[in-house]
């Protein structure tokens, strides 16, 4: 079953590549709306290096799983903790630009 998935995965249209696109699609716009709105969240990455080496199927399902709770956990924490007031979330390079803009006003203006 995993070889013809595998050798259907790879054709340009069809059930599965168009299942996968879906999956990817939605991977995507996940890690970008958590970046976006969490993005303390999503440090450090996660270490997916000592899988277990079950079959591909129960693989994939505990990665999954695990990654799923992980992302749970850090979603918990900053939420927490922007709820307590002791974190405000803003996105990091917007932040870094702001104060790079209020930096230079001090400098260039006088008070």
């Known amino acids: 079953m995993y070889d013809r998935v595998r050798e259907q995965s790879t ?5 599965i590549p168009t299942a996968l696109k879906k ?3 939605a991977a995507r716009l996940l890690q970008a709306y958590t970046r976006l709105g ?3 969240a999503c440090e450090p990455a996660v270490d997916s290096s000592n899988l277990p080496g ?7 399902i505990t990665s999954a799983r695990s990654r799923a709770n992980t992302l749970l956990q850090r979603y918990e924490v900053w939420a927490d903790q922007m709820t307590a007031g002791l974190h405000r979330e803003r996105v990091p390079w917007i932040n870094d630009t702001l104060l790079g803009l209020r930096i230079t006003t001090r400098l260039t203006h006088a008070n």
């Open 23 to 25: 999956v990817n699609t």
């Open 11 to 15: 054709q340009v249209s069809g059930a």
């Open 38 to 40: 969490l993005p303390n």
């Open 54 to 60: 079950d079959p591909l199927g129960d693989c994939l």
